[in-house]
């Protein structure tokens, strides 16, 4: 594991325990969705849901 990717994983994980996620299905919902004419917005942060957005 390269020193970045370690710095990735440190950073997701202090996300996690901030509670800085956003729910799976609205984030697939959200990317299925890119460039339709019916686009959809970004999902909202949640703290009851587990699975995180970096970058």
Known sequence: MSNQ???DTLTTLNSVQKGDL???SE???WLQSWGSKNE???P???S???FRVTR
Request: hydrophobic share 35%; proline share 0%.
């Open 48 to 50: 009851i849901y587990l």
């Open 40 to 42: 959809k917005k970004a």
């Open 27 to 29: 984030f697939n919902d």
């Open 44 to 46: 909202s942060k949640s």
């Open 22 to 24: 956003i729910n799976e």
């Open 5 to 7: 990717q370690w710095q």
